[in-house]
Nanobody, 113 residues
Framework: QVQLVESGGGLVQPGGSLRLSCVASGFDFSMYRASWYRQAPGKEREWVATISIAGTNTNYADSVKGRFTISRANAQNTVYLQMGDVKPEDTAVYYC??????WGQGTQVTVSS
């Protein structure tokens, strides 16, 4: 089955850290760039970060630059998002995207004290 499954979300305090994972299946993940997006309540989905096929190049939205790190493990068909120094405005459902696969269920991240 062709799919992307996100996990690792939860409740975290401001300033804390969280690591999200996304496992791809049913297609050759290692042939595609991978990205993370997020959608906050009442807002449109927005791009967060992208990583190249080999993992050597990364790009970030200004809102997360310096706080989040995207990485990948092609042997495990997985892309990660390490979130650091999180803020309440990072609260959202986080989704990964690769290979033109349909959106998955996402993983909820809530930043609150």
């Amino acid at each position: 089955q062709v799919q992307l499954v996100e996990s690792g979300g939860g409740l975290v305090q401001p300033g804390g850290s969280l690591r999200l994972s996304c496992v791809a299946s049913g297609f050759d993940f290692s042939m595609y760039r991978a990205s993370w997006y997020r959608q906050a309540p009442g807002k449109e989905r927005e791009w967060v970060a992208t990583i190249s096929i080999a993992g050597t190049n990364t790009n970030y939205a200004d809102s997360v630059k310096g706080r989040f790190t995207i990485s990948r493990a092609n042997a495990q068909n997985t892309v990660y998002l390490q979130m650091g120094d999180v803020k309440p405005e990072d609260t959202a459902v986080y989704y990964c995207k690769a290979g033109g696969v349909d959106w998955g269920q996402g993983t909820q991240v809530t930043v609150s004290s």
